[in-house]
């Protein structure tokens, strides 16, 4: 017999499954479907998020930078892909992409080369955002920078990132960023088929990482970083390294963020260094603290539903969204740290264990919630 | 790229170099010391620093119009009025923002950034919706706009020495608050031990209030003195945030001390680099070595210690 | 609690869909005095699926209204409601009133593309006009060549583009670059040049263009300096100091948003003064002057097609009618005319054509003459771009420009110089 937090657990992801797989592919034409194929791509972010800030403490501003790496390793592979002898012909040096073109490059740049193959371009868009994670965690935890602090000076690597990226066109493609890409090794992902298969490989992945942070959550480890957060000290003292597993998670969550970023750059057919700077490293953050910071099924709502609200928004009133943004990032704060899950918590939850309970007896709640 | 001009030129060129980078660093000081006070003394970051910026801005383009509209004979002065009210209206709002919204989140510091960054969204749409999406022109008296002919070859801009001025004047004056005065006693001890603080009798409130709106003040004063040297629009506060918070992350939080050799550091390698390289090259190599530093001593150049 | 969320969802799809009809409708009671007569019929004109009724079709307006671009990008949205207002007051386009779709970019690349493809999927607008930074125009590119839809983009560019799907309204660099150079080299014997600009596309290719013309066609004259800025820069000083030090004939700057203010009010307190040291610019239009402020720049010369100042009938209506609707002091420079051009070009390639269907449109937009337009006789090329004049312009202490130099002849586009690569 399974204990109550599993079934409660099975419970929300089947209700997320379905929505995601049945409800929404049903409900929407493939333009707003592919709306959400994109907004999900961000939840990978937001999930990351949950596990660093909500169960860890950690709370980074500078996501957007993995995700940026992660959909940049995808779009140069696309690109090469899509910069073919034939498709160049009119350039002074064909076969390079066009953008190198226009900026007098004349030969492929190094670090470019590898990128022609796919299992690399599938392995770095994972490995760079998590080798850089570990980089940027060694050197901040090790010497137990944490809070604020930590928070800005990865803000500061997102802003530098950004201005380096912008700053050499001719190699990454500048403020234009890298775009016109069409094929994935030979299938073209502009189609509204692409987009289906995208959509659905998207959720797949997603719940994958779910039941993978899941794991992370219900594991030793998981308490261990719940532990740090509320008395790193005293985890600390009792002899467990407490640098070590903070960068770990650090850069679980940004390989998580690399996948989300290589899959926002097939879903959307480009990549630019707008997802590398502060504003969206901070939107992604509100995502998640709608949602529910401690609540990975919340974070993905919490995606979905602010995106959602914006594209509506913007859609009728554009100049009132901005107000509509503000506001919620103080409401949230202010009045409902918890975010969306919070709410779940308080007035649904109840009832749930009881059904799940079957004979309506009641538990404390302190049980570790795992989703 | 030296060869071929005479010992003169080079000497006026030097000369004028040296101010430029002074005239920076003052720019990078004055930017950082609001969200530095505040960062440093309460904990919080305050992610509508540019915005507030920008209020003091506005609040100048407000005057230069009233004056030029009223009392144009005064208009040659009004610059200066500007500032004071700049840091009266940016104050007001802060210590406003603290009552209705910071002080609730004190015990969440990480909360303050995004509640703040809530702040900054509405200011700007505010700030689109009054004075409209374009730039504002903010129009300055002659006198502002020239510049001081050291020698023939020597010409020193008179906005930059303003700049100056009004830096070393905010500086001395925090540095006064902060350390001399009553008050800032109170404000370190707030900070360093908030329970005991109330114990002896400190309205730890008030403190709070008070340095949270010396901060946005101190950050709208920021914003009258760059009208002088840059635009006002309702975004351009997003491009000071960023040179902001690096002077800020780089000097670490301890003290002013830090920020000021933050400023200065930054600065002079950025002025003398632009002069030697292009611009963005220079601005590239400079953020990269901050970047560097900051992995090597991820708690700033010049603090002592940062813990959780 | 996740069925509640859907409903949340679908209650808010729902709720947009009326929100849009309603901000369409409230454009109605200006169209309504319009009578429209012998319109042919829809089934006629409209084989493709548009958003075309017997008596509307629909357009889409993609600008960034809030964001960092707004602030350049609002003039375009106000000269494409002055034009889409003034086509539907003089009869409409093939007898229907023009309705428009308003989408805000938010100045972010992907939120283009994304509305792009709203405007063009879920909206079926008939034409698009909109984007503005070549990096949103990069964005939206492949969903307009998928959709086959049609983009006016009014902005002067760096060129090294030509889609069948877009008509570039605005010059592309040849066009606004080599008259310019030429003027100031003969009439001010210029012989040094020192070229700066913002750091992305536009500037380091025009830049590229201005040296080449330079080194190339204007004899004995040769660049002596050439400096890019992030976007966003609002420090000069550095740079001033090398130009005093350099002392070259012309300053030639490409500088743009809010760096622009910085530059001019740091070069003008460094003791620059423009009415003495040439600086020609193709960055800064009326628009930049209000920020910039008139006395700031003064004295530098502007090279673009069009000027508020420029005396003639067409031009006189166009400023009066632009202030009727969006007030006294609304300036107007040359991408919101260029803007303005947009919706025009649309309704006589649409007459040529004398259908909706986009294949057919673009296929006779080649050649399409717009006689009346404010900037003077223009044309389209079949590279997509535009023929026109290029005029050199004075800035003068009130925000405005004295024309003083006109080409005598069209200047051809072309967006692929030879020679300038």
Redesign the interface.
């Given at each position: 017999m399974l204990s109550l937090q599993n079934r409660k657990d099975i419970l929300f992801l089947s209700?997320?499954a379905?929505?995601l797989l049945i409800?929404?592919p049903m409900?929407l034409?493939?333009?707003?479907l592919?709306?959400i194929g994109?907004y999900l791509t961000y939840a990978f972010v937001t999930i990351g998020l949950v596990a660093c800030?909500g169960d860890s403490g950690i709370?980074s501003?500078g996501q957007g930078i993995f995700f940026g790496l992660g959909g940049y390793c995808m779009a140069m592979f696309l690109k090469l892909q899509a910069s073919t002898l034939e498709a160049t012909k009119?350039q002074?040096t064909p076969g390079i992409p066009d953008?190198m073109d226009?900026?007098?490059i004349t030969a492929l740049p190094w670090f470019w080369k590898p990128f022609h193959s796919l299992s690399f371009s599938l392995i770095a868009m994972m490995v760079i955002p998590a080798v850089l994670a570990v980089?940027?965690g060694a050197?901040?935890f090790k010497?137990?920078?944490?809070?604020?602090?930590f928070?800005?000076?990865t803000?500061?690597?997102a802003?530098?990132l950004t201005?380096?990226i912008?700053?050499q066109?001719g190699y990454i493609g500048?403020?234009?960023?890298i775009?016109?890409?069409?094929t994935l090794d030979g299938w073209d992902i502009?189609t509204d088929h692409a987009k289906y298969i995208l959509y659905y490989a998207g959720v797949v992945l997603l719940l994958a990482c779910l039941l993978l942070l899941r794991f992370v959550r219900k594991s030793k480890l998981g308490r261990i970083l719940r532990a740090m957060r509320d008395q790193?000290d005293r985890v600390r003292f009792s002899g467990y390294n407490v640098a070590n597993f903070k960068i770990f998670i650090f850069a679980l969550a940004a390989a998580m963020a690399g996948i989300g970023g290589a899959l926002f750059t097939l879903e959307?057919?480009?990549m630019?260094p707008?997802?590398v700077g502060?504003v969206p490293s901070?939107e992604m953050?509100?995502y998640c603290?709608v949602g529910g910071r401690n609540s990975l099924v919340g974070a993905v709502?919490g995606t979905l539903?602010v995106n959602?609200?914006r594209?509506?928004f913007?859609?009728?009133?554009?100049?009132?969204?901005?107000?509509a943004?503000?506001?919620?990032?103080?409401a949230?704060?202010?009045f409902l740290?918890g975010g969306l899950a919070s709410l779940?918590q308080n007035y649904?939850d109840p009832y749930v264990c009881r059904i799940l309970k079957g004979n309506g007896r009641q538990t404390s709640h302190t049980v570790d919630k795992a989703i | 790229m030296l060869s071929g001009y005479s010992f003169n030129d080079l000497a006026s060129i030097f000369v004028m170099q040296s101010f430029a980078g002074l005239i920076l660093f003052s720019v990078f000081l004055l930017m950082a010391l609001g969200l530095a006070i505040v960062f440093g003394q309460m904990g919080v970051i305050n992610m509508a620093h540019g915005e507030f910026m920008i209020l003091g801005a506005y609040t100048t383009y407000v005057c230069s119009y009233i004056f030029a509209q009223w009392m144009p004979a005064l208009f040659g002065l009004y610059f200066f009025i500007a500032v004071i009210l700049s840091f009266i209206v940016a104050g007001a709002v802060g210590m406003f923002l603290e009552w209705s919204l910071i002080r609730f989140l004190y015990k969440r510091p990480l909360d303050t950034l995004l509640a703040t960054w809530g702040v900054s969204l509405i200011l700007q749409q505010i700030f689109r919706s009054t004075f409209g999406a374009r730039e504002v022109g903010v129009t300055l008296p002659d006198w502002m706009m020239g510049s001081w002919n050291l020698s023939e070859t020597i010409q020193i801009p008179i906005n930059g020495m303003i700049v100056i001025a009004i830096t070393l004047l905010i500086t001395i004056v925090i540095y006064g608050l902060l350390y001399k005065s009553g008050w800032g006693k109170q404000v370190r001890a707030v900070m360093q031990n908030r329970t005991m603080a109330g114990d002896v009798g400190i309205n730890t409130e008030r403190v709070d209030r008070f340095t949270f709106g010396l901060g946005c003040g101190v950050a709208g004063v920021a914003g009258a003195a760059f009208t002088m040297i840059g635009s006002t629009s309702p975004t351009a506060g997003q491009q000071y945030i960023v040179d902001t918070f690096l002077v800020v992350a780089f000097g670490g939080t301890e003290s002013l001390g830090g920020t000021i050799a933050s400023a200065f550091s930054i600065s002079q390698a950025r002025s003398i680099l632009e002069f030697f390289l292009s611009g963005s090259m220079a601005q590239v190599l400079v953020l990269l070595t901050v970047i560097g530093i900051l992995m090597l001593r991820p708690q700033g150049l010049f603090a002592l210690k940062v813990r959780r | 609690m996740p069925d509640k969320k859907t409903h949340l969802l679908k209650l808010q799809a729902s709720r947009r869909q009326m929100l849009t009809g309603l901000s369409a409708l409230s454009l109605s009671p200006f169209l309504s005095r319009v009578a429209y007569a012998d319109a042919p019929s829809t089934a006629a004109v409209n084989t493709t699926g548009l958003a075309v009724t017997d008596d509307t079709v629909t357009v889409g307006i993609l600008h960034s209204i809030t964001g960092t671009m707004a602030l350049s990008e609002i003039g375009s949205v106000e000269a494409e409601k002055l034009a889409i207002a003034q086509i539907n007051e003089s009869g409409g386009v093939l007898g229907r009133k023009i309705k428009f779709i308003q989408e805000d970019g938010a100045s972010d690349w992907p939120t283009f593309a994304e509305k792009a493809r709203k405007l063009l999927e879920n909206d079926k607008c008939a034409s698009v006009f909109g984007c503005w930074t070549s990096a949103s125009r990069k964005a939206v590119l492949p969903v307009f060549e998928q959709y086959n839809g049609l983009l006016y983009y009014p902005t002067f560019y760096e060129g090294l583009e030509q889609s069948r799907n877009v008509i570039y309204t605005g010059q592309e660099a040849t066009q606004q670059i080599l008259a310019g150079l030429d003027w100031i080299s003969k009439e001010k014997n210029a012989k040094t040049y020192y070229l700066l600009g913002s750091d992305y596309i536009w500037p380091r290719t025009a830049n590229k263009i201005a040296r080449k013309h330079i080194e190339n066609h204007l004899k004995g004259s040769r660049v002596v300096g050439e400096e890019y800025f992030p976007l966003g820069d609002s420090q000069f000083n550095s740079v001033i100091n090398k130009i005093k030090l350099m002392k070259p004939d012309v300053i030639y700057a490409i500088i743009v948003g809010g760096s622009n203010v910085a530059f001019y009010k740091q070069l003008k307190a460094a003791g620059l003064d423009l009415s003495k040291h040439n600086l020609m610019t193709i960055s800064v239009t009326e628009d930049e002057i209000l920020g910039i402020g008139g006395e700031n720049i003064a004295g530098a010369y502007a090279c673009m097609k069009y000027f508020q100042s420029i005396d003639t009938p067409d031009n006189k209506k166009f400023v009066a009618a632009f202030k009727k609707m969006w007030g006294e002091k609304s300036v107007i420079g040359d991408v919101t005319q260029a803007a303005y051009l947009g919706p025009w070009l649309w309704k006589l390639a649409v007459e040529k054509a004398g259908t909706f269907d986009i294949s057919k449109v673009i296929d006779a937009s080649p050649g399409v003459e717009f006689k009346n337009a404010p900037e003077g006789y223009v044309r389209i090329h079949k590279n997509h771009h535009l023929w026109s004049k290029t005029l050199v312009g004075r800035a003068r202490t009130d925000g405005q420009f004295d024309v003083i130099y006109e080409t005598p002849e069209l200047m051809e586009p072309n967006p692929f110089p030879v020679g300038y690569q």
């Amino acid at each position: 017999m399974l204990s109550l937090q599993n079934r409660k657990d099975i419970l929300f992801l089947s209700i997320l499954a379905a929505i995601l797989l049945i409800v929404l592919p049903m409900g929407l034409d493939a333009f707003r479907l592919n709306l959400i194929g994109k907004y999900l791509t961000y939840a990978f972010v937001t999930i990351g998020l949950v596990a660093c800030w909500g169960d860890s403490g950690i709370l980074s501003l500078g996501q957007g930078i993995f995700f940026g790496l992660g959909g940049y390793c995808m779009a140069m592979f696309l690109k090469l892909q899509a910069s073919t002898l034939e498709a160049t012909k009119n350039q002074s040096t064909p076969g390079i992409p066009d953008f190198m073109d226009w900026n007098q490059i004349t030969a492929l740049p190094w670090f470019w080369k590898p990128f022609h193959s796919l299992s690399f371009s599938l392995i770095a868009m994972m490995v760079i955002p998590a080798v850089l994670a570990v980089v940027i965690g060694a050197a901040m935890f090790k010497r137990r920078v944490g809070g604020t602090y930590f928070a800005i000076i990865t803000q500061a690597i997102a802003s530098v990132l950004t201005i380096l990226i912008v700053g050499q066109q001719g190699y990454i493609g500048g403020v234009n960023g890298i775009t016109d890409l069409r094929t994935l090794d030979g299938w073209d992902i502009r189609t509204d088929h692409a987009k289906y298969i995208l959509y659905y490989a998207g959720v797949v992945l997603l719940l994958a990482c779910l039941l993978l942070l899941r794991f992370v959550r219900k594991s030793k480890l998981g308490r261990i970083l719940r532990a740090m957060r509320d008395q790193e000290d005293r985890v600390r003292f009792s002899g467990y390294n407490v640098a070590n597993f903070k960068i770990f998670i650090f850069a679980l969550a940004a390989a998580m963020a690399g996948i989300g970023g290589a899959l926002f750059t097939l879903e959307v057919g480009f990549m630019s260094p707008t997802f590398v700077g502060i504003v969206p490293s901070i939107e992604m953050v509100i995502y998640c603290a709608v949602g529910g910071r401690n609540s990975l099924v919340g974070a993905v709502y919490g995606t979905l539903l602010v995106n959602w609200a914006r594209t509506s928004f913007s859609e009728s009133f554009p100049e009132i969204w901005t107000f509509a943004m503000g506001g919620l990032f103080i409401a949230i704060v202010l009045f409902l740290p918890g975010g969306l899950a919070s709410l779940y918590q308080n007035y649904i939850d109840p009832y749930v264990c009881r059904i799940l309970k079957g004979n309506g007896r009641q538990t404390s709640h302190t049980v570790d919630k795992a989703i | 790229m030296l060869s071929g001009y005479s010992f003169n030129d080079l000497a006026s060129i030097f000369v004028m170099q040296s101010f430029a980078g002074l005239i920076l660093f003052s720019v990078f000081l004055l930017m950082a010391l609001g969200l530095a006070i505040v960062f440093g003394q309460m904990g919080v970051i305050n992610m509508a620093h540019g915005e507030f910026m920008i209020l003091g801005a506005y609040t100048t383009y407000v005057c230069s119009y009233i004056f030029a509209q009223w009392m144009p004979a005064l208009f040659g002065l009004y610059f200066f009025i500007a500032v004071i009210l700049s840091f009266i209206v940016a104050g007001a709002v802060g210590m406003f923002l603290e009552w209705s919204l910071i002080r609730f989140l004190y015990k969440r510091p990480l909360d303050t950034l995004l509640a703040t960054w809530g702040v900054s969204l509405i200011l700007q749409q505010i700030f689109r919706s009054t004075f409209g999406a374009r730039e504002v022109g903010v129009t300055l008296p002659d006198w502002m706009m020239g510049s001081w002919n050291l020698s023939e070859t020597i010409q020193i801009p008179i906005n930059g020495m303003i700049v100056i001025a009004i830096t070393l004047l905010i500086t001395i004056v925090i540095y006064g608050l902060l350390y001399k005065s009553g008050w800032g006693k109170q404000v370190r001890a707030v900070m360093q031990n908030r329970t005991m603080a109330g114990d002896v009798g400190i309205n730890t409130e008030r403190v709070d209030r008070f340095t949270f709106g010396l901060g946005c003040g101190v950050a709208g004063v920021a914003g009258a003195a760059f009208t002088m040297i840059g635009s006002t629009s309702p975004t351009a506060g997003q491009q000071y945030i960023v040179d902001t918070f690096l002077v800020v992350a780089f000097g670490g939080t301890e003290s002013l001390g830090g920020t000021i050799a933050s400023a200065f550091s930054i600065s002079q390698a950025r002025s003398i680099l632009e002069f030697f390289l292009s611009g963005s090259m220079a601005q590239v190599l400079v953020l990269l070595t901050v970047i560097g530093i900051l992995m090597l001593r991820p708690q700033g150049l010049f603090a002592l210690k940062v813990r959780r | 609690m996740p069925d509640k969320k859907t409903h949340l969802l679908k209650l808010q799809a729902s709720r947009r869909q009326m929100l849009t009809g309603l901000s369409a409708l409230s454009l109605s009671p200006f169209l309504s005095r319009v009578a429209y007569a012998d319109a042919p019929s829809t089934a006629a004109v409209n084989t493709t699926g548009l958003a075309v009724t017997d008596d509307t079709v629909t357009v889409g307006i993609l600008h960034s209204i809030t964001g960092t671009m707004a602030l350049s990008e609002i003039g375009s949205v106000e000269a494409e409601k002055l034009a889409i207002a003034q086509i539907n007051e003089s009869g409409g386009v093939l007898g229907r009133k023009i309705k428009f779709i308003q989408e805000d970019g938010a100045s972010d690349w992907p939120t283009f593309a994304e509305k792009a493809r709203k405007l063009l999927e879920n909206d079926k607008c008939a034409s698009v006009f909109g984007c503005w930074t070549s990096a949103s125009r990069k964005a939206v590119l492949p969903v307009f060549e998928q959709y086959n839809g049609l983009l006016y983009y009014p902005t002067f560019y760096e060129g090294l583009e030509q889609s069948r799907n877009v008509i570039y309204t605005g010059q592309e660099a040849t066009q606004q670059i080599l008259a310019g150079l030429d003027w100031i080299s003969k009439e001010k014997n210029a012989k040094t040049y020192y070229l700066l600009g913002s750091d992305y596309i536009w500037p380091r290719t025009a830049n590229k263009i201005a040296r080449k013309h330079i080194e190339n066609h204007l004899k004995g004259s040769r660049v002596v300096g050439e400096e890019y800025f992030p976007l966003g820069d609002s420090q000069f000083n550095s740079v001033i100091n090398k130009i005093k030090l350099m002392k070259p004939d012309v300053i030639y700057a490409i500088i743009v948003g809010g760096s622009n203010v910085a530059f001019y009010k740091q070069l003008k307190a460094a003791g620059l003064d423009l009415s003495k040291h040439n600086l020609m610019t193709i960055s800064v239009t009326e628009d930049e002057i209000l920020g910039i402020g008139g006395e700031n720049i003064a004295g530098a010369y502007a090279c673009m097609k069009y000027f508020q100042s420029i005396d003639t009938p067409d031009n006189k209506k166009f400023v009066a009618a632009f202030k009727k609707m969006w007030g006294e002091k609304s300036v107007i420079g040359d991408v919101t005319q260029a803007a303005y051009l947009g919706p025009w070009l649309w309704k006589l390639a649409v007459e040529k054509a004398g259908t909706f269907d986009i294949s057919k449109v673009i296929d006779a937009s080649p050649g399409v003459e717009f006689k009346n337009a404010p900037e003077g006789y223009v044309r389209i090329h079949k590279n997509h771009h535009l023929w026109s004049k290029t005029l050199v312009g004075r800035a003068r202490t009130d925000g405005q420009f004295d024309v003083i130099y006109e080409t005598p002849e069209l200047m051809e586009p072309n967006p692929f110089p030879v020679g300038y690569q």
